[in-house]
C-alpha cells in the first residue's frame, strides 16, 4: 500500500510543480498613465489665470470637480462644473454643448481631472483651452479669492 501512495504521489506532486508557471516579475501599475496635453492647451499659473478672466471677457471657466468639493472649498466666480467623475460620456455630452469659437480655462483640486477634460475637447475643436497648473489648491495658495 506504502508502494502504491508512492507512485501515485510522486508523479501527481511533480505533475503539479511542472504545471504551475512563475507569478510575472512586472510590478502593477497603481496609476493612471500621464495625461500630456497638445502644445494648443496653454497651462497658466494663477497670476496668469487672473490676467487672463480679468482681460477676456468670453473666457469661460469650467471647474472639473465634485459638487461637494465645491461646496466645501469654494470655486472661481462664474465657473460652470463639469465633474469628470461623472464618467467620459457626461463629459462629452456636457462639452459638445459649449461654444468651440469662445476661449476655455479648465481647473479642478491639482490639474489631473481637469487635463482628462481637456483631452477630450481638444479632438471636439475647441482651440482656445487653459489649464490651471496645480488647479485650485494652486489658486488658493497663491492667495486668491474663491466664490462660495
Not at 110 to 138: Q, T
Amino acid at each position: 500500500m506504502i508502494v502504491a501512495v508512492k507512485f501515485f504521489f510522486i508523479p501527481c506532486l511533480l505533475l503539479i510543480l511542472t504545471a504551475c508557471e512563475r507569478a510575472p516579475t512586472t510590478t502593477p501599475q497603481h496609476e493612471p498613465p500621464p495625461v500630456i496635453l497638445p502644445e494648443s492647451v496653454r497651462q497658466i499659473t494663477p497670476a496668469e489665470a487672473t490676467q487672463l478672466i480679468a482681460s477676456t471677457p468670453d473666457l469661460i471657466l469650467i471647474d472639473a470637480r465634485r459638487v461637494w468639493e465645491i461646496q466645501e472649498q469654494g470655486r472661481l466666480p462664474k465657473a460652470q462644473n463639469i465633474d469628470w467623475l461623472n464618467g467620459e460620456d457626461y463629459v462629452v455630452k456636457e462639452v459638445t454643448k459649449l461654444d468651440k469659437t469662445k476661449p476655455y480655462l479648465v481647473f479642478c483640486a491639482i490639474g489631473a481631472r481637469s487635463k482628462l477634460v481637456l483631452e477630450k475637447m481638444v479632438p471636439l475643436g475647441f482651440e482656445r483651452l487653459y489649464w490651471l497648473k496645480g488647479g485650485l489648491n494652486a489658486w488658493i495658495a497663491d492667495g486668491r479669492a474663491v466664490e462660495k
